[in-house]
């Protein structure tokens, strides 16, 4: 696994750990409950997490794309550009 996935599944791992800690009573004793609402919490944490990746993905696909059109359509100019150099050197020859 590559850095960024060790350090995202220790950070999971605390989460976890986290919110079972969370749900001990004065007695120290883990209601099947608490745990219940515990794994609620961390699914909902783990759903922004992944929500908020997605939407972080989704918007430099999207500035990729923009890029992309952009130097397509530089291309095209150049392109364009070059055909009316040629045309006009083919014109001064004849």
């Known amino acids: 696994m590559g850095r960024e996935a060790n350090d995202r599944l220790s950070e999971l ?19 099947t409950a608490s745990l219940v609402e515990a ?3 961390c699914r ?8 908020t990746g997605l ?3 989704l918007s430099a696909t999207v500035q990729g794309l923009a890029a992309g ?20 050197v083919e014109a001064r020859l004849r």
Do not use: H, M, P, Y
């Open 13 to 31: 791992r605390g989460l976890a750990v986290a919110c079972l800690t969370q749900t001990r009573d004065e007695a120290g004793v883990v209601s």
């Open 39 to 41: 794994a609620v919490v």
């Open 44 to 51: 909902c944490r783990g759903l922004a997490d992944a929500w």
């Open 55 to 57: 939407r972080d993905s």
């Open 69 to 88: 059109v952009c130097a397509w359509r530089a291309f095209e100019a150049a392109a364009e550009a070059s055909e009316a150099a040629i045309r006009d």
